[in-house]
């Protein structure tokens, strides 16, 4: 069996004392270019990996972010890969390994890999707008972040996408071709019932730009499911003269398939416009005008804030919004 090298084999080949060596690896003492590039060089030879285990005790960091994302369906999971996977990825450009919490434990999740010391920080997802995770944030001696703004945010790390501009943005895209009402297919009622915090954000903001721009609204809580949809957009089509201004938050695929089966098209005979993704807008038969929730964006800005409150854990609570942008496409008809 092949011998497995040791920070001795790194002194001998790099030409060092044990403690650069150890200082190279732990970061705690400035090194000269040319001798880090020495034992870095050694280790890359001998394909050496220091231990886990003594790195930790070195430097009192566990080099481990831990992610609390409770996925409570396939279709949640689904939905939250994009922010994970960046989270994985910027974790890694670090030097740091991702743990993922998916049970949905509320408080005791966080409890958990803080008491345990499983962790140097933590990013909580899934946030609630009654969250009761944000007591326990706010005695933890660890860098935690919150994707996602609780209704009590007073000295929490919180950053997410800005929900309330994209709300009067496509409300207002609506309005100025004319339409006399927005109707929204709205979150889940499930999604709703767990009270995530960004529903009631969009929400407040899409009927405060309504009552500005002067046109009615109506909300649809839409089940997940291509006959959801359907029922839904059976309803508010059914009365007489021209149809409402069509405003999707999820399912976009099946609603454009309900318009379609229904014979109608968007930016013809309907003016339709989503809170979706830049990718699942332009993938539809007619490319949807949309405001994209950006989610690796807001992952990526995230994860370079969680690492900067590593090296400044002191840093004072701030709410942060990634700006929401229209894209104009081909499924709103002009004013004109």
Sequence with gaps: MARVPTSKDVVRIAGVSQSTVSYVMSGKRPISERTRRLVEDAMAQLTYQPHAGARALASQRTHVVAAVVPFRSPLSAHGLMAFVEEIALAARAHDHDLLIVTADEGPGALQRVAGGALCDAVVVMEVRAQDERAAVARAMARPTLFIGVP???????????????????????????????????????EVEERGINYVPRFRAAAAAAAAEHGV?????????GQEAAERCLADLLAGPGAPPGLLTTTGTQEVVNALVRRGLVPGRDVDLVALATDAEAEAQSVPLTAVSTQPRDVSRQAMEWL??????????????????QLTRRRSVRSAG
């Design 151 to 189: 209704d009590d945010a007073a000295d929490l790390h919180c950053i997410d996408f800005d929900f309330e501009t994209a709300a009067r943005l496509l409300v207002a895209e609506l309005a100025g071709a004319g339409a006399r009402e927005v109707a929204v297919l709205g979150w889940s009622p």
């Design 216 to 224: 009615a609204l109506r909300w649809c809580a839409v089940p997940a």
């Design 307 to 324: 690492f900067a409150l590593l090296e400044d854990p002191s840093a004072p609570g701030e709410v942060r919004r990634v700006p929401a």
